[in-house]
């Protein structure tokens, strides 16, 4: 049975993609279900490069144990178009690592209102990046547009949901249940887009 680890130690990272991969069949481990350490510097400039970093180190270790296996991992964030895309590729260490994100967001607000941007456009993007056992590898992107609410709302999810409004829905993405979101979410987009390059790889 084909074999995917995912460069993660994240307990819900790894039920969402056990669900989206569920019908291929394969076996779904992380890499610390494997007993693999990886931490490498994610010094890539886009959220394909460091998905493409973080992916080949957990593959090589996996290697050279002689695991056979598909090894995926994933790098998102948070753009904000008036910020210049930021906090981008930094939205994990954006005012650093150990800041609570009540207070990331509260900062992402007031330069969003201080831009004056009426729009205040923002979207949410996922790199997920697969090294196969023949030596190839794949990258995809999944992105889900919303803007950035005036008021933080919502006690789901993590990180910046209760800032990213969806105004088709008038809610934040901190106010959905998990499985709403991962409907729609750049993550599950950009696993599902991985999906179908496994389903043309290996069974067509
Ligand atoms: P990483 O991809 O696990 O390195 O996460 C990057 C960072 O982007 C997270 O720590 C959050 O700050 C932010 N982020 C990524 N996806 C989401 C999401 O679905 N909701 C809220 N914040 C997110």
Same mark, same amino acid.
Do not use: W
């Given at each position: 049975?084909?074999?995917?680890?995912?460069?993660?130690? &994240?307990?819900?990272?790894?039920?969402?993609?056990?669900?989206?991969?569920?019908?291929?069949?394969?076996?779904?481990?992380?890499?610390?279900?494997?007993?693999?350490?990886?931490?490498?510097?994610? =010094?890539?400039?886009?959220?394909?490069?460091?998905?493409?970093?973080?992916?080949?180190?957990?593959?090589?270790?996996?290697?050279?144990?002689?695991?056979?296996?598909? *090894?995926?991992?994933?790098?998102?964030?948070l753009?904000?178009?008036? !910020? &210049?895309?930021?906090?981008?590729?930094?939205?994990?260490?954006?005012?650093?690592?150990?800041?609570?994100y009540s207070?990331?967001n509260?900062?992402l607000i007031?330069?969003?209102?201080?831009?004056?941007?009426?729009?205040r456009?923002a979207r949410f993007?996922?790199?997920?990046?697969?090294?196969?056992?023949?030596?190839?590898?794949?990258?995809?992107?999944?992105?889900v547009e919303g803007v950035v609410a005036h008021t933080p709302s919502g006690n789901r999810g993590f990180g910046y949901d209760p800032i990213f409004f969806l105004p088709d829905r008038g809610c934040t993405t901190a106010d959905l249940t =998990?499985?709403e979101k &991962?409907?729609i979410s750049?993550?599950? &987009?950009? !696993?599902?887009?991985?999906?179908?390059? !496994? *389903?043309?790889?290996?069974?067509?």
């Amino acid at each position: 049975m084909m074999k995917i680890i995912f460069a993660t130690g &994240n307990k819900d990272k790894m039920a969402e993609i056990r669900e989206i991969m569920e019908d291929l069949g394969y076996e779904c481990s992380s890499m610390k279900e494997e007993g693999i350490e990886s931490d490498p510097e994610e =010094n890539g400039t886009s959220f394909e490069e460091n998905a493409v970093i973080k992916a080949q180190a957990v593959y090589d270790i996996a290697k050279a144990r002689g695991i056979e296996a598909i *090894v995926m991992a994933d790098d998102s964030g948070l753009e904000i178009d008036c !910020l &210049n895309g930021e906090p981008g590729i930094y939205s994990a260490r954006y005012l650093g690592r150990d800041v609570p994100y009540s207070v990331k967001n509260a900062d992402l607000i007031k330069r969003t209102d201080e831009s004056g941007d009426p729009d205040r456009t923002a979207r949410f993007v996922c790199a997920v990046a697969a090294f196969f056992p023949d030596g190839t590898h794949e990258v995809v992107r999944g992105t889900v547009e919303g803007v950035v609410a005036h008021t933080p709302s919502g006690n789901r999810g993590f990180g910046y949901d209760p800032i990213f409004f969806l105004p088709d829905r008038g809610c934040t993405t901190a106010d959905l249940t =998990n499985e709403e979101k &991962n409907a729609i979410s750049h993550r599950g &987009n950009a !696993l599902r887009m991985m999906k179908e390059i !496994l *389903v043309k790889k290996y069974h067509s």
